[in-house]
């Protein structure tokens, strides 16, 4: 009997393990995310990047893209900034994969490089170093920071109002928006700190760490409703199947 409960794929981070005999590579995820999903009431998988991608989209009721290194800048041509730590580009590949696989109707979050990547794999670019930008913020450490989120937004729905406080650890953010990316949410200084997909029944990615105040209840909220999402994305996949 399959479980009611929805489950949320979360992507691995892949990190070399120079010097190593055993293995080239571990597979990491920071427990902060699986701690929001189950918190949430999904159960949380972890997606390594030899999974294939259309197989898994007949597991996952939900699809969770978290933080991470940057995005190779060759990816949204342009020349890459001194300053980037680059992702192993593993991981970018297979997330591009599941993502193209995923149906539209499939919830999809994503945090911090996840937004990043949702941005970028949709056609945008990003800002690669924002201290370089001129009036702006630190993004980074861990500062507590108030984000201004637009109106009957997805994200403004599943937090609950148009403010939230988030913790931001980032030097990197959307630039200019890919096809069908819609800007959801500011920062005071004007850096982009939330998007989401037009085209996609329930695509949002946050620019901050939600996971990192999880005694903040909109931050519970914002996983509530991903899994709420992937709730009743779960009950049409099974109900089409059971018709089928």
Request: with cysteine; glycine share 10%.
């Amino acid at each position: 009997m399959s479980s009611a409960r929805p489950v949320i794929g979360i992507t691995a981070d892949v990190k070399a393990t120079d010097g190593d005999p055993r293995t080239a590579y571990d597979l990491r995820v920071k427990g902060n995310y699986a701690q929001a999903i189950a918190g949430a009431g999904g159960i949380p998988v972890l997606i390594p990047p030899e999974a294939e991608a259309s197989e898994i989209m007949e597991v996952i009721d939900g699809l969770l893209i978290p933080g991470g290194d940057d995005i190779d800048a060759v990816h949204f041509g342009q020349k890459l900034h001194p300053q980037a730590l680059l992702q192993n580009p593993m991981r970018f590949e297979a997330e591009s994969a599941l993502y193209r696989a995923a149906p539209k109707e499939l919830p999809i979050l994503g945090i911090c490089y996840g937004c990043q990547f949702i941005n970028v794999i949709q056609g945008g670019t990003l800002i690669q170093h924002l201290p370089d930008v001129e009036g702006s913020m630190t993004h980074t450490g861990g500062e507590l920071q108030t984000y201004e989120l637009e109106p009957g937004t997805k994200v403004a729905k599943a937090i609950g109002s148009t403010r939230a406080q988030g913790k931001s650890y980032h030097h990197q953010a959307v630039e200019s928006p890919g096809m069908d990316v819609e800007i959801t949410a500011h920062a005071a200084d004007g850096t982009v700190e939330a998007i989401e997909v037009s085209t996609r029944e329930w695509t949002v990615a946050v620019q901050w760490h939600p996971e990192r105040t999880l005694e903040d209840e909109a931050m519970q909220s914002l996983f509530r409703t991903l899994v709420s999402e992937a709730s009743a994305y779960r009950s049409r996949r099974l109900a089409h199947a059971v018709e089928v």
